[in-house]
């Protein structure tokens, strides 16, 4: 399975932007790349993915380089209950496999 | 409406015991998973299931036994209970949309499991 390489954490003001970034060199063409969220003592929770193209949806909005071989989560505006561990996963096309690595810890402070 | 529920959530129990953790969802989805977060919040796949057929199963004792009943319920059975079997386990389920790799998962709340 391809690899995300992630910061183990990093902080933000409430209101500013977060652009949480992940590396994933060792992507193939058909991967697909998810992100994930777990707030304190929840579950993980589904925040966006894509293919090749940028997306954006009522989260987040996620860039992903021309050669795929990096992203980049986009917050537009963090909240307090934004802080949470965020979770890069490569999805190979035809593995129902989601592995999570390590993550991103986000905090926020008011 | 909870989407994927757990119960018990918190489960306190004795080595050598016999335990089980439910999970249902009502999202109509057609595949179901169970995940364990152990005590570095390291979080692994353990099992998943398609229409009550098993599809994934990691390198997982045997004492772990999931049961499905219909696709609506995974239920996580686990047996001579140890030390080491002290996590949260996450139920999670996801709706085939004909490409894998683009499902989305809808996890549950968790079951946290200590044994003593």
């Known amino acids: 399975d391809a690899k995300t390489t992630q910061p183990n954490s990093m902080e933000s003001n409430e209101e500013e932007p977060v652009h949480l970034p992940c590396n994933h060199s060792t992507i193939s063409g058909t991967d697909y790349i998810h992100w994930y969220r777990q707030l304190p003592s929840q579950g993980p929770e589904y925040v966006i993915h894509g293919l090749t193209s940028n997306v954006n949806n009522r989260m987040a909005s996620l860039a992903i380089a021309e050669d795929r071989k990096s992203s980049t989560l986009i917050l537009h505006r963090a909240t307090l209950r934004d802080a949470a561990v965020y979770y890069c996963i490569l999805r190979a096309i035809n593995t129902d496999k989601l592995i999570f690595g390590t993550g991103t810890r986000l905090q926020v402070f008011p | 409406d909870t989407a994927v529920s757990q119960t018990p959530k918190y489960l306190v129990t004795q080595m050598g015991n016999d335990k089980s953790i439910k999970c249902e969802q009502n999202?109509?989805?057609?595949?179901m998973y169970w995940y364990k977060q152990d005590s570095k919040k390291f979080l692994k796949i353990m099992f998943s299931y398609n229409n009550k057929e098993l599809i994934i199963n990691e390198t997982v004792p045997n004492r772990f036994s999931p049961k499905s009943p219909d696709k609506a319920h995974l239920n996580l059975h686990i047996n001579s209970l140890e030390l080491g079997d002290s996590a949260v386990y996450f139920c999670a389920s996801s709706q085939d949309r004909g490409l894998v790799g683009a499902n989305v998962l809808t996890f549950g709340a968790g079951s946290r499991l200590t044994v003593l």
């Open positions: 999202l109509g989805h057609d595949t």
